[in-house]
Nanobody, 117 residues
Framework: VKVVESGGGLAQPGGSLRLSCEAS????????MSWYRQPPGKKREYVAA????????DHADSVRGRFTISRHRVKNTIYLQMNSLKPEDTAVYYC???????????WGQGTQVTVSS
């Protein structure tokens, strides 16, 4: 299983970025995919998750109303639309995929998001 994130970069406070995550190496729709982030000097934290079958979604309280997780209709690809960015959103953002319910998570290498004026 391979997981690749993209779309990170530098944004100003109040700005927007869109992250993408593509999972490959398995020939069926994923069970669940998630976004996590690790701010500088802090532990990795949960951001949002989406299921493959029913499309159920969940967002952490810290990003609810500003970030939106979604998925491609066909591909094993998810997105994270990040609006109203704050400096405290600065972190390396990681994507995790569980191809099947019984699987553990497979992780990508992460993409850096920096929010600064």
């Amino acid at each position: 299983v391979k997981v690749v994130e993209s779309g990170g970069g530098l944004a100003q406070p109040g700005g927007s970025l869109r992250l993408s995550c593509e999972a490959s190496g398995f020939a069926y729709s994923f069970y669940a995919m998630s976004w996590y982030r690790q701010p500088p000097g802090k532990k990795r934290e949960y951001v949002a998750a989406i299921t493959g079958g029913g499309g159920a979604i969940d967002h952490a309280d810290s990003v609810r109303g500003r970030f939106t997780i979604s998925r491609h209709r066909v591909k094993n690809t998810i997105y994270l639309q990040m609006n109203s960015l704050k400096p405290e959103d600065t972190a390396v953002y990681y994507c995790s995929v569980r191809p099947r319910q019984a699987d553990g998570g497979f992780w990508g290498q992460g993409t850096q998001v920096t929010v600064s004026s």
